[in-house]
């Protein structure tokens, strides 16, 4: 099993986006995901690649990517969805809020109980200087 770690830079990923909304499906996937599906390891622990030079050279040219696809691409994805992703996290929370209340009552209950349990409940509390009238 294999786990995938996402592409966190900004540059790849909206050039991904862009060439999915203008339309190619074979361009938008990673570039490194066919190269690291063909590399293994040889005995010595490099890296070797058996990648012919064919299928690196793209047998389509790149769709066009007008402004108005980048603009749909940048209002989409930097403005639209997180303000959703905002509006749906805090919609979450709110409606969230008593039983998060509730499960912090529980808890403390439940630390009470354990330190009566355990007997900490049972012990006098040190008496300082100042409650024994001494000062």
């Known amino acids: 099993m294999s786990i995938t770690i996402p592409d966190l830079r900004f540059e790849q990923t909206f050039l991904r986006s862009l060439n999915t909304y203008a339309g190619d499906t074979k361009h938008a996937e990673p570039e ?4 690291m ?11 070797n ?12 040219p790149t769709p066009l990517v007008t402004p108005s696809i980048v603009a749909y691409a940048v209002i989409k994805d930097q403005i639209i969805m ?4 905002g509006f ?7 409606v ?10 529980g808890g403390q209950s439940c630390g009470k109980w354990l330190f ?18 001494v000062i």
Do not use: C, Y
């Open 32 to 35: 490194g995901e066919n190269l």
């Open 37 to 47: 599906k063909k590399t293994k390891r040889s005995k010595n622990g490099k890296l």
């Open 49 to 60: 690649f058996d990648v012919d030079a064919a299928a690196m050279v793209p047998s389509e």
């Open 82 to 85: 997180p303000l959703l992703q």
């Open 88 to 94: 749906l996290w805090a919609g979450i929370l709110v």
């Open 96 to 105: 969230i809020s008593p039983l998060r209340s509730h499960i912090v009552a």
């Open 116 to 133: 009566n349990a355990v007997g900490l409940g049972n012990l006098r509390p040190i008496q300082t200087l100042k409650d024994a009238n």
